[in-house]
Protein backbone atom coordinates (compact mmCIF):
# COMPACT_ATOMS: atom_id res chain seq x y z
CA UNK A 1 0.00 0.00 0.00
CA UNK A 2 0.95 3.73 -0.34
CA UNK A 3 1.03 5.71 2.44
CA UNK A 4 1.05 9.55 2.67
CA UNK A 5 2.90 11.51 5.00
CA UNK A 6 2.36 15.24 5.60
CA UNK A 7 4.25 17.82 7.16
CA UNK A 8 3.72 19.45 9.31
CA UNK A 9 0.87 18.31 11.14
CA UNK A 10 -0.07 21.75 12.03
CA UNK A 11 1.19 25.26 11.38
CA UNK A 12 0.53 28.88 12.64
CA UNK A 13 0.19 31.57 10.63
CA UNK A 14 -1.05 35.24 10.38
CA UNK A 15 -3.11 36.70 7.26
CA UNK A 16 -0.57 37.52 4.23
CA UNK A 17 1.69 34.97 5.77
CA UNK A 18 2.86 32.27 2.78
CA UNK A 19 2.06 28.76 3.80
CA UNK A 20 3.78 25.47 2.70
CA UNK A 21 2.68 22.51 3.22
CA UNK A 22 4.82 19.04 2.41
CA UNK A 23 3.24 15.71 1.21
CA UNK A 24 5.72 12.78 0.84
CA UNK A 25 4.16 9.20 -1.14
CA UNK A 26 5.94 5.82 0.37
CA UNK A 27 6.87 5.28 -4.09
CA UNK A 28 7.04 6.99 -6.93
CA UNK A 29 2.88 8.42 -7.79
CA UNK A 30 4.18 10.13 -10.66
CA UNK A 31 1.90 13.26 -10.71
CA UNK A 32 -1.00 11.62 -9.38
CA UNK A 33 -1.86 13.46 -6.44
CA UNK A 34 -4.81 15.87 -5.40
CA UNK A 35 -4.93 18.35 -2.02
CA UNK A 36 -8.00 19.10 -0.41
CA UNK A 37 -9.31 22.01 1.87
CA UNK A 38 -11.70 21.06 4.97
CA UNK A 39 -13.37 23.26 7.17
CA UNK A 40 -14.74 22.36 10.44
CA UNK A 41 -17.57 20.76 10.29
CA UNK A 42 -18.01 20.39 6.29
CA UNK A 43 -17.06 17.82 3.53
CA UNK A 44 -13.38 18.21 2.25
CA UNK A 45 -13.09 20.24 -1.02
CA UNK A 46 -11.01 19.81 -4.04
CA UNK A 47 -8.27 22.12 -4.42
CA UNK A 48 -5.31 20.83 -6.56
CA UNK A 49 -5.38 17.94 -8.79
CA UNK A 50 -2.63 16.25 -11.04
CA UNK A 51 -0.02 17.63 -8.19
CA UNK A 52 -0.25 21.01 -9.82
CA UNK A 53 -3.54 21.87 -12.10
CA UNK A 54 -6.22 24.03 -9.93
CA UNK A 55 -9.67 22.91 -9.42
CA UNK A 56 -11.99 25.35 -10.90
CA UNK A 57 -13.46 28.24 -8.89
CA UNK A 58 -10.05 27.84 -6.45
CA UNK A 59 -8.15 31.01 -6.30
CA UNK A 60 -4.62 31.37 -7.47
CA UNK A 61 -3.14 32.36 -4.71
CA UNK A 62 -3.02 28.16 -3.98
CA UNK A 63 -0.51 26.21 -6.03
CA UNK A 64 1.01 22.69 -5.98
CA UNK A 65 3.73 21.44 -7.41
CA UNK A 66 5.86 18.18 -7.28
CA UNK A 67 5.95 14.81 -8.98
CA UNK A 68 7.60 11.51 -7.57
CA UNK A 69 7.41 11.07 -4.35
CA UNK A 70 7.59 14.70 -3.19
CA UNK A 71 4.98 17.19 -3.17
CA UNK A 72 4.11 20.98 -2.08
CA UNK A 73 0.92 22.92 -1.20
CA UNK A 74 1.44 26.30 -1.43
CA UNK A 75 -0.96 29.48 -0.07
CA UNK A 76 -0.06 32.52 -0.80
CA UNK A 77 -0.90 35.97 1.04
CA UNK A 78 -3.19 33.46 3.50
CA UNK A 79 -6.78 34.86 4.07
CA UNK A 80 -8.84 34.48 7.06
CA UNK A 81 -11.26 31.89 4.94
CA UNK A 82 -7.91 29.50 3.97
CA UNK A 83 -7.79 28.78 8.13
CA UNK A 84 -8.51 24.94 7.36
CA UNK A 85 -7.09 21.56 7.81
CA UNK A 86 -5.56 20.59 4.13
CA UNK A 87 -5.23 17.21 3.06
CA UNK A 88 -3.16 15.33 0.04
CA UNK A 89 -4.62 12.52 -1.58
CA UNK A 90 -2.96 9.90 -4.27
CA UNK A 91 -4.54 8.94 -6.75
CA UNK A 92 -2.18 6.42 -8.27
CA UNK A 93 -2.54 3.34 -6.92
CA UNK A 94 -6.03 2.89 -8.57
CA UNK A 95 -8.70 1.57 -7.20
CA UNK A 96 -7.58 2.31 -3.31
CA UNK A 97 -7.41 6.02 -2.71
CA UNK A 98 -5.05 7.30 0.56
CA UNK A 99 -5.14 10.31 2.50
CA UNK A 100 -2.44 11.79 4.03
CA UNK A 101 -2.78 12.51 7.95
CA UNK A 102 -3.63 16.18 7.19
CA UNK A 103 -2.08 19.93 8.05
CA UNK A 104 -3.73 22.50 10.07
CA UNK A 105 -3.61 25.73 9.64
CA UNK A 106 -4.10 27.87 12.16
CA UNK A 107 -4.77 31.24 13.10
CA UNK A 108 -1.18 33.06 14.62
CA UNK B 1 -24.82 21.49 -9.80
CA UNK B 2 -24.16 18.14 -8.75
CA UNK B 3 -25.22 17.03 -4.93
CA UNK B 4 -25.11 14.00 -2.98
CA UNK B 5 -26.88 13.70 0.02
CA UNK B 6 -26.80 10.79 2.91
CA UNK B 7 -29.36 9.55 4.63
CA UNK B 8 -29.65 6.72 7.46
CA UNK B 9 -29.97 5.73 11.28
CA UNK B 10 -27.58 8.04 13.43
CA UNK B 11 -27.16 5.16 15.63
CA UNK B 12 -26.06 2.12 15.90
CA UNK B 13 -25.86 -0.81 18.06
CA UNK B 14 -22.58 -2.59 18.59
CA UNK B 15 -22.65 -6.40 16.33
CA UNK B 16 -25.32 -4.67 14.24
CA UNK B 17 -24.97 -3.62 10.19
CA UNK B 18 -24.37 0.22 9.53
CA UNK B 19 -26.78 1.29 6.56
CA UNK B 20 -26.83 4.24 4.54
CA UNK B 21 -27.87 5.24 1.28
CA UNK B 22 -26.24 8.45 -1.08
CA UNK B 23 -29.14 10.09 -3.32
CA UNK B 24 -27.09 11.57 -6.12
CA UNK B 25 -29.09 14.89 -7.94
CA UNK B 26 -28.03 17.22 -10.57
CA UNK B 27 -26.73 14.57 -12.61
CA UNK B 28 -26.80 11.21 -13.60
CA UNK B 29 -25.40 8.01 -11.59
CA UNK B 30 -25.16 6.14 -14.70
CA UNK B 31 -22.51 8.58 -16.19
CA UNK B 32 -19.92 6.64 -17.59
CA UNK B 33 -17.27 9.42 -16.46
CA UNK B 34 -17.50 8.89 -12.82
CA UNK B 35 -17.25 6.41 -10.10
CA UNK B 36 -19.16 6.72 -6.62
CA UNK B 37 -17.22 6.45 -3.03
CA UNK B 38 -17.62 6.22 0.29
CA UNK B 39 -14.83 7.74 2.97
CA UNK B 40 -15.17 8.32 6.61
CA UNK B 41 -13.56 10.30 9.62
CA UNK B 42 -13.88 9.57 12.76
CA UNK B 43 -14.13 12.80 15.21
CA UNK B 44 -10.57 14.99 15.24
CA UNK B 45 -8.74 12.31 12.95
CA UNK B 46 -8.09 12.28 9.36
CA UNK B 47 -9.96 10.47 5.91
CA UNK B 48 -10.56 6.92 5.36
CA UNK B 49 -11.41 5.92 2.01
CA UNK B 50 -13.78 2.78 2.45
CA UNK B 51 -15.02 1.95 -0.56
CA UNK B 52 -15.86 2.59 -4.12
CA UNK B 53 -18.57 1.03 -6.98
CA UNK B 54 -18.33 1.48 -11.17
CA UNK B 55 -22.23 1.74 -12.78
CA UNK B 56 -21.14 -1.16 -14.01
CA UNK B 57 -21.30 -2.78 -10.18
CA UNK B 58 -18.01 -3.97 -10.02
CA UNK B 59 -16.53 -2.75 -6.16
CA UNK B 60 -13.74 -2.35 -5.01
CA UNK B 61 -12.74 -1.84 -1.03
CA UNK B 62 -10.13 -1.03 1.50
CA UNK B 63 -8.42 -4.17 2.40
CA UNK B 64 -9.04 -3.09 6.65
CA UNK B 65 -12.93 -3.43 5.40
CA UNK B 66 -13.24 -5.36 2.84
CA UNK B 67 -14.66 -8.69 4.92
CA UNK B 68 -17.85 -6.41 6.42
CA UNK B 69 -18.57 -3.78 3.91
CA UNK B 70 -20.69 -4.00 0.97
CA UNK B 71 -21.52 -1.86 -1.92
CA UNK B 72 -24.58 -1.31 -3.83
CA UNK B 73 -26.03 1.00 -6.43
CA UNK B 74 -29.39 1.51 -7.86
CA UNK B 75 -29.31 3.34 -10.96
CA UNK B 76 -33.20 3.84 -10.99
CA UNK B 77 -33.13 5.71 -7.88
CA UNK B 78 -29.70 7.81 -8.57
CA UNK B 79 -28.69 6.21 -5.52
CA UNK B 80 -25.87 4.25 -3.79
CA UNK B 81 -25.86 2.25 -0.84
CA UNK B 82 -23.31 0.90 2.23
CA UNK B 83 -23.57 -1.65 4.51
CA UNK B 84 -21.28 -2.31 7.20
CA UNK B 85 -21.43 -5.28 9.48
CA UNK B 86 -20.46 -6.44 12.66
CA UNK B 87 -19.76 -2.88 13.99
CA UNK B 88 -17.98 -1.63 17.26
CA UNK B 89 -17.40 1.45 18.19
CA UNK B 90 -14.50 1.99 16.22
CA UNK B 91 -16.69 2.17 13.85
CA UNK B 92 -17.97 5.72 15.25
CA UNK B 93 -17.34 8.37 12.34
CA UNK B 94 -18.99 10.98 10.01
CA UNK B 95 -19.42 9.40 6.50
CA UNK B 96 -19.39 10.71 3.45
CA UNK B 97 -20.22 9.28 -0.31
CA UNK B 98 -18.57 11.54 -2.79
CA UNK B 99 -18.23 11.25 -6.94
CA UNK B 100 -14.43 9.98 -8.41
CA UNK B 101 -13.43 11.06 -11.23
CA UNK B 102 -12.46 8.38 -13.81
CA UNK B 103 -10.63 9.55 -16.73
CA UNK B 104 -8.28 12.34 -17.86
CA UNK B 105 -5.82 14.10 -15.79
CA UNK B 106 -8.18 14.42 -12.27
CA UNK B 107 -8.62 10.59 -12.52
CA UNK B 108 -8.99 9.19 -9.09
CA UNK B 109 -9.80 12.39 -7.44
CA UNK B 110 -12.95 13.12 -5.59
CA UNK B 111 -14.74 16.15 -6.88
CA UNK B 112 -18.13 16.27 -5.32
CA UNK B 113 -18.62 15.47 -1.77
CA UNK B 114 -21.79 14.45 0.45
CA UNK B 115 -22.21 17.15 3.13
CA UNK B 116 -21.61 13.43 5.46
CA UNK B 117 -23.84 12.15 8.35
CA UNK B 118 -22.42 10.81 12.28
CA UNK B 119 -23.18 7.68 12.58
CA UNK B 120 -22.57 6.51 16.39
CA UNK B 121 -21.98 3.51 17.48
CA UNK B 122 -23.05 2.74 20.96
CA UNK B 123 -25.52 0.16 23.23
Known amino acids: DIQMTQSPSSVSASVGDRVTITCRAS??????LAWYQQKPGKAPKLLIY???SLQSGVPSRFSGSGSGTDFTLTITSLQPEDFATYYCQQANSFPALTFGGGTKVEIK | QVQLQESGPGLVKPSQTLSLTCTVS??????????WSWMRQPAGKGLEWIGR???????FYSPSLKSRVTISVDTSKNQFSLKLSSVTAADTAVYYC???????????????WGQGTLVTVSS
Open chain 1, 50 to 52: AAS
Open chain 2, 26 to 35: GGSISSGSYY
Open chain 1, 27 to 32: QDIGSW
Open chain 2, 53 to 59: IYTSGST
Open chain 2, 98 to 112: ARGVLSGAAAGTIDY
